[in-house]
């Protein structure tokens, strides 16, 4: 006989209240009568359903399995986590960054989920800051990174109805915790995305087959994709981006639904339609994204210049060899997730592009172009007269090759470019440019959407003033703008060059002045059930950390610059960054006491360290976090 939940001490029904909206809970409830059962990994032999619920879908694993271990996750998140866990609530990684460390891929960040409210996780850190208005987060800055961390009773208090569920007795092993984050989970956008991992547990749990579209490489909504795009459109953009950077391929109706709904992220504000499209550009995935957005109309909608010149290219081939993809697929060689460029890279590129469509260059002016913008003018011209490639031709940006022409000429024609480029970038952010622009094309209809704010513009203007022949002394080139400007002049002559690389040792040689790290491309999840290969793959530089030293709490921290010093309170985070003076954590021992203070540094230890004690610990990998190089 089905009861229905209540929270009493000695037994296991409580109330549960479905905080989702009641369309998604329909949705969700159908869905799974549709589908073949999946047994269970968390309880009965058979699947049961609570109420609508089917629980068939409800499966823990053991993280190491995949090959993910505690030393995978940067300190800076384990920080957060441990001191969650440490004031007695239930604390996650969530989202994307569980995806990418099962998929052997650099987290761009790592968000945390606990049970606390947000008011009590801002009380922990003394930089944290609560933002958002229809689903607030918590922003913890430790260590200097920031930590998104979001609450479970946040989804309690913006649901706008309670529903009591029927349940059976003795429901398949799963407790009111599972509840717990199986509602967070259904709220997501993506299957992919609505995993939950427990590093300190070593347990990874899954309430919607998201870790069997992972192995598929499939991506898919949770509730049905016409739903869950007519509720966030945005979700559309953020699925190409996934879809494009994981190498992942869509569901039938996730396709259906982005054809159906794409004219529908023009109700997007332009700050956030900025947003999507420079993670989608600026992450090392740019190319494959072009290409989906072009591949599903909605190109013609962001970007109608590009999309045009694209719809005019002469079938696939055309278009994999079409001079604007292979700007792009040289840019996604040099930014990563842990290394992502600033936007002015990618805008600096379209608008350059679009320079040449609307005025056709020769080889070497380009070249010049190119060369100029990255070794500055006097070696710039140099490059350009003695090691150009004369035999590469795009169509229509390249003219063909012509003989050499005299520095003074060649400047000049620099500078138009230059000059030519500046105007291009306006139809980015100015609605009358772009109008002008598309004249050129006979098209029936455009949005004439613009999203690209005029400072990025102006920024973007000011690269290329170094390629002004009347102001060309390195006083001039702005300094700030120097390591885009120089990565924008590399892609443009690696394109130009007509192969992958204008020289491996040059290539070597930028990497380590840009401080790049490598990117393995090739993980693309088919290792994702494999631990062997987990261990196998290539990690970033590892941090090594040895236990509490002394009762100063001073922990020893051996790195490649030699033993430093950090109190617990800094290397932690504990209650916020530590003072700057020890003197002053001495002032507070006195008020703690020596043994409540020994009892709180045991006690953080343990829920860091596990029952390991004081002994050395599992060594931290350092995982790359998305910072904006130094421009």
């Known amino acids: 006989m089905a009861m229905s939940f209540r929270n009493t001490k000695h037994g296991f029904l409580f109330r549960l209240k479905a905080l989702l909206h009641f369309p998604r809970f329909n949705h969700v409830a159908a869905e799974s009568r549709s589908r073949t059962p999946v047994i269970t990994e968390m309880g009965s032999e058979s699947p049961q359903r609570i109420g609508e619920v089917d629980v068939s879908k409800w499966k823990k694993f053991d993280s190491r399995r995949f090959g993910i271990t505690r030393s995978m996750i ?53 930089r944290a800051q609560i933002v958002g208005r229809r689903f607030p987060i918590c922003l913890v800055w430790i260590k200097g990174s920031v930590v998104e961390v979001s609450s479970f009773k946040t989804a309690e208090e913006i649901a706008e109805e309670a529903k009591e569920i029927a349940l059976p007795p003795n429901p398949s092993g799963s407790s009111e915790k599972d509840f717990i984050r199986w ?34 490489l499939t991506l898919r909504t949770l509730i049905p994709a016409q739903s869950s795009f007519t509720e966030d459109c945005a ?95 040289n840019m996604d060689k040099w930014v990563s997730c842990g290394e992502p460029s600033k936007s002015i890279l990618w805008i600096g590129l379209l608008a350059f592009h679009q320079a040449l469509v609307r005025r056709p260059q020769d080889a070497i002016v380009v070249q010049a172009f190119g060369s100029i913008l990255h070794f500055g003018w006097k070696e710039g011209v140099e490059y350009a007269r003695n090691k150009a490639n004369h035999g590469v031709h795009f169509v229509p940006e390249i003219l063909g090759s012509s003989s050499n022409y005299e520095v003074a000429k060649l400047a000049d024609k620099v ?105 393995n491309k090739q993980s693309d999840g088919v290792a994702l059930f494999d631990s062997t290969a987990a261990e196998e793959h290539s990690r970033p530089k590892k941090l090594h950390r040895d236990a509490v ?32 003076s020890r003197a002053s954590w001495r002032k507070k021992s006195v008020v703690l006491g020596k043994e409540a203070q020994k009892e709180r540094t045991a006690k953080i230890q343990k829920s860091i360290f596990g029952n390991k004690g004081n002994g050395p610990v599992d060594r931290i990998e350092v995982v790359g976090k998305a910072k904006e190089p130094n421009d």
């Open 74 to 126: 940067p300190e800076y998140a384990s920080t957060v986590l441990a001191i969650l866990r440490h004031e007695g609530f239930d604390a996650y990684l969530v989202g994307g960054c569980v995806r990418d460390l099962l998929l052997k891929r650099t987290p761009k960040d790592f968000d945390v989920i606990t049970t606390a409210n947000l008011q009590k996780v801002k009380s922990q850190f003394r």
């Open 183 to 216: 509602r967070d989970s259904m709220r997501r956008d993506f299957t992919v995305n609505s995993l939950f991992l427990d590093p300190f547990m070593h347990k990874i749990y899954d309430y919607s087959d998201g870790l069997r579209d992972l192995k598929s």
């Open 235 to 329: 979700r559309i953009l953020r699925g190409l981006r996934i879809a494009a950077r994981l190498g992942l391929k869509l569901s039938e109706d996730t396709k259906d639904a982005i054809r159906s709904l794409s004219s529908t992220i023009k109700c997007l504000p332009q700050d956030r339609i900025m947003m999507e499209i420079n993670y989608m550009l600026s992450y090392g995935a740019a190319e494959p994204s072009l290409h989906l957005l072009w591949r599903f109309r909605l190109l013609e909608i962001l970007l109608p210049l590009q999309a045009a010149y694209l719809d005019q290219l002469d079938g696939v081939s055309s278009y994999s060899s079409s001079m604007l993809m292979k700007l792009f697929s």
């Open 415 to 519: 500078s138009n470019l230059a000059a030519l480029v500046n105007k291009s970038v306006t139809t980015l952010s100015d609605s009358k440019s772009l109008t002008k622009s598309m004249s050129a094309y006979s098209l029936s209809s455009c949005s004439y959407l613009v999203f690209v704010p005029k400072k990025a513009v102006n920024d973007v203007q000011r690269i290329f003033e170094v390629l002004d022949s009347r102001n060309n002394e390195e006083s001039s080139c702005r300094k700030s703008l120097s390591k885009t400007r120089s990565l924008l002049g590399k892609i443009i002559l690696e394109t130009m060059s007509g192969t992958d690389h204008v020289g491996v040792e040059s290539i070597e040689v930028e990497r380590r002045e840009h401080g790049k790290v490598a990117v």
């Open 549 to 580: 030293a002394d009762l100063s709490m001073t922990l020893r921290v051996p790195t490649e610059q030699g033993l430093r010093k950090r109190t617990a309170l800094e290397l932690w985070g504990y209650h916020g960054i530590a003072e700057k």
